[in-house]
C-alpha cells in the first residue's frame, strides 16, 4: 500500500506556475531575439516567395422571360431564374466557353481547367444577378480574363437554356491593389511562432527539469524537510581572490 503511494507520489508533475513565469522572464532577450529573426524571414518570405494576385469582378444579370408584366409573371420569373442560378454557375465554367476564353485572349500554355481555377462564381440569394471573379497575378489579365469571360458565359447561356437576354450589370474592374497578405503580415505572423516555439521549448525544458532549486524541492524530491538556508553571496568570492 505504502509503496504505491509512494510511486503515485513520484508520477505526480507539480507545475510552478510563478518559477516558469520568472525563468520566462529571465530568458526574454533571447525569445525576442528569436522572435526578430522569425519576423525577419516571414517578411523575406512575403516579399521574395509569394507572387501578389489581384481578382476583378464583373455582374451579368440574366432574364428568363421578355415580357413580364403583371405580378404574378414577375413572381414566376424570379422563382424559375433564382431555381436556375446553379445551373448558370456550371455553364460560366463549362470547357466550352473557357476554351473560346483561351483562345480569344491567346492564353497559350494554359489549359482550362487551369483557367477554371482562377475564376470563382457567386450566386446571391434570391437574385438573379451571377458575380464572376478572376484572380491572377496580373491585374489586367484579370480584367480581361473577367470581360471575356463574361462575353462567352452569356452567348453559351443564350444559346443552350434559351434566355431572353443577358444583360451586363458591372464590367470587369482593373484592380489596383493585391489581395494576397503583404510582407509586413508574414512578418507578424513569423515573429509571433517564434515567440511562441520559444516559450512552449523553455516552458517543457522548466517542467521537465529535475534539478533542485529551491527548499520546497528539496522536500518534495526527497522527502527530508530543510533545516536552514545558506545564501549565496558572490562578493566572498570576490574578496578571496582579491586577498590572493
Known amino acids: 500500500m505504502e509503496t504505491n503511494q509512494m510511486m503515485n507520489h513520484e508520477d505526480e508533475i507539480e507545475i510552478d506556475i510563478k518559477g516558469i513565469i520568472i525563468d520566462l522572464w529571465r530568458k526574454a532577450p533571447l525569445i525576442v531575439l528569436v522572435g526578430i529573426l522569425t519576423a525577419m524571414l516571414g517578411f523575406g518570405y512575403g516579399a521574395f516567395m509569394v507572387t501578389p494576385m489581384y481578382q476583378s469582378s464583373t455582374q451579368m444579370f440574366i432574364r428568363t422571360q421578355s415580357e413580364a408584366s403583371s405580378v404574378n409573371a414577375l413572381m ?40 477554371a481555377g482562377k475564376i470563382s462564381v457567386s450566386l446571391p440569394e434570391d437574385t438573379r444577378i451571377v458575380t464572376i471573379k478572376v484572380t491572377d497575378a496580373n491585374p489586367v489579365n484579370a480584367m480581361k480574363i473577367a470581360d471575356t469571360v463574361r462575353e462567352r458565359a452569356a452567348e453559351h447561356i443564350t444559346n443552350v437554356m434559351g434566355i431572353e437576354a443577358v444583360n451586363v450589370v458591372d464590367t470587369a474592374n482593373l484592380p489596383t491593389s493585391s489581395i494576397s497578405s503583404g510582407p509586413m503580415k508574414y512578418a507578424v505572423l513569423g515573429g509571433a511562432a517564434g515567440c511562441f516555439l520559444m516559450c512552449a521549448l523553455f516552458v517543457m525544458m522548466f517542467i521537465l527539469n529535475d534539478a533542485i ?3 520546497d524541492d528539496v522536500e518534495r524530491k526527497l522527502g527530508l524537510s530543510v533545516l536552514a538556508v545558506v545564501p549565496h553571496n558572490s562578493n566572498i568570492k570576490k574578496s578571496k581572490k582579491n586577498k590572493k
Open 76 to 115: 414566376y420569373d424570379m422563382q424559375v431564374g433564382t431555381m436556375l442560378t446553379q445551373d448558370y454557375a456550371v455553364m460560366i465554367k463549362s470547357r466550352h466557353v473557357l476554351e473560346q476564353v483561351i483562345e480569344d485572349l491567346e492564353l497559350e500554355g494554359m489549359t482550362y481547367q487551369q483557367l
Open 213 to 215: 532549486r529551491t527548499p
